[in-house]
């Protein structure tokens, strides 16, 4: 009898017995490791984590893309076996099994990739454009296909998804949800869901850390909350925000409106004066007031070197719309700076 020794399980190949040192299992099946190849291509594959499955014909990931069985998969309904016997306590025991939504082979919990509360492979969370393979924190999403954060801005699909209203977004969303694992708020750029571990606030609105980037096209550089700038829901390093005039314009909106907002609110925490470089709020502990500017610390610096001051080693050059351009006095001097000053006071 196969209980004393006789007896096996047979590979799924070549039908001969397996014995447990040279199984590998896929799918709850046994096969040789010399049976365990692509159909297609004829590769040797080490592991059950280097195939993919369409029809019960097995493939190495390549062919299987190559052969668009992804998307043949999607297209089949996949229906548990013996569903009235693959209930949550089956699981407890080693059935059940969470579907990939990809290639839709089951995904155990060792395996798991979650994003967007659908699960997946690790391998299966590639982009749908440039088929790069991708981490969670680096893929955005948009009717349910994924993407990397480069393909997703190229295609535009973040305007698309501002416009893009989630089905029932108004009665599913609720704060009691929240506390057992749902909701969440949307990021800024890429609109996935931010949790509080990675969420990142500025101007009152919620970012992930790998979002915070300049927005122009030739910078693009990743920034954190004290060297970043906004003009316009548009967000820009410091540098960019200087060259590119955005200072000047977001002095020309805000004028004639710094006076509208009661003082009594800043007791509470609202309100506060706006830093001249990069017009974000300033709060007293990291205020520096210069030429009746006022700063914060880290964008008290020179205009021309870059160079971090203190009010007593910096010279100012006013401008029309009242702020001030600062520089080290070194610059100053070598600038000129100095000179055009005695003219205009003439």
Known sequence: MPTYGGGGAKCTICTKTVYPAETIQFEKKPYHVDCFKCTDCGKKMEGAAKASQFD???YCHNCFAKGGFAQKQKNVKWVKKESS?????ASKFGGGGNPCTVCSKTVYP??????EKKVYH?????????SKKLKVSDCAQFDDKTYCLLCFERGGYRQKQAKWTPKGSGTTNSGIASKFGGGGNPCTVCTKTVYSAEAVSFEKKIYHVECLVCSIESCKKKCNVSSIAQFDDKLFCTKCF?????RHKQAKVTK???????????????GGAKCVRCTKTVYPAETVS??????HGDCFQCLNCNKKMTPSGAEGQKQPDGSVNVYCRKCWGELGMNRAQVKSTQ
Do not use: P
Request: aromatic residues 12%; hydrophobic residues 30%.
């Open 56 to 58: 019960d014909i097995i």
């Open 242 to 246: 200087d060259s590119e005039g955005y």
């Open 290 to 295: 210069f030429e009746k500017n006022v700063f």
């Open 256 to 270: 004639g409106t710094t006076g509208t907002t009661d003082s009594r609110f800043a007791k509470f925490g609202g």
């Open 85 to 89: 016997g693959g209930s949550g306590i």
């Open 122 to 130: 690790a391998d299966c969370l590639a982009c749908c454009d440039c």
């Open 110 to 115: 060792a395996e798991t990739v979650s994003f």
